[in-house]
């Protein structure tokens, strides 16, 4: 069966420090993958996508990248975190033969 | 472009008493149509989806959705709420499979003893 993982669970930040967010997914092959993010109170943005090792689209601009060295890998970084990066970051994939996405369990990050 | 609304961003309900979530959609075709649950903390879980055929869909948990073409609406509903149904739902729209989704604001609902 499939799963997904997040690493780490929480994570507490100074603002203008970087920052490495993990994704990965088990038993399957070339999914598509999905970041979110959850602020305080609203629902749920999406950040970015990939169909593909190497490619990322970026749905919003902002002080975040994408990466994904790997298939079944999913990294979302920042050069230096603002105050407004807080929230819960959501990974997630899909593909063509399941119509739904399924969510990893998210990253609390909190920049202080 | 898609979009999903969720009217209620609060909905208190007593336990035993019947549950009533509105969605609304903004999509030409005919959409893949979801309801995710999220408990405090936790990722999102799917309850239940639509995407053709019977116009009533059964999930997990007690749950029902009905899908209205006419009034471009997904509502979700449970006869019953349990205390451990207290969480927020999200309703969300794709164009196809294993395509990117719209989510709504989400409507996080209590439940009272």
């Known amino acids: 069966s499939q799963t997904i993982h997040q690493w780490p669970a929480t994570l507490v930040q100074p603002v203008g420090s970087p920052l490495s967010l993990e994704c990965t997914v088990e038993?399957?092959?070339?999914?598509?993958l999905y970041w979110y993010r959850q602020a305080a109170g609203r629902g749920l943005q999406l950040l970015f996508y990939s169909v593909g090792i190497g490619q990322i689209s970026s749905e919003v601009p902002q002080n975040l990248s994408a990466s994904r060295p790997q298939d079944r890998q999913f990294i979302l970084s920042s050069k230096k975190l603002l105050l407004s990066d807080s929230g819960f970051y959501l990974c997630?994939?899909?593909?063509?033969?399941?119509?739904?996405?399924?969510f990893g369990p998210g990253t609390r990050l909190t920049v202080l | 472009a898609q979009s999903v609304t969720q009217p209620d961003i609060h909905i208190t309900v007593s336990e035993g008493a019947s549950l009533e979530l509105r969605c609304n959609y903004s999509y030409g075709a005919t959409p893949y149509l979801f309801w995710y649950v999220q408990s405090p903390g936790q990722g999102l879980q799917l309850l239940l989806k639509y995407f053709s055929g019977d116009t009533l869909v059964q999930g997990i948990k007690g749950f029902e959705a009905e899908f209205k073409r006419s009034q471009s609406s997904f509502n979700l509903r449970k006869p019953s709420v349990h205390w451990s149904d207290a969480a927020e739902y999200f309703c969300a729209v794709g164009k196809a499979a294993g395509n990117k989704l719209t989510f709504g604001g989400g409507t996080r609902v209590l439940v009272k003893p």
């Open positions: 038993g399957t092959s070339n999914p598509n």
């Open positions: 997630a994939w899909n593909q063509l033969s399941y119509n739904e996405q399924f």
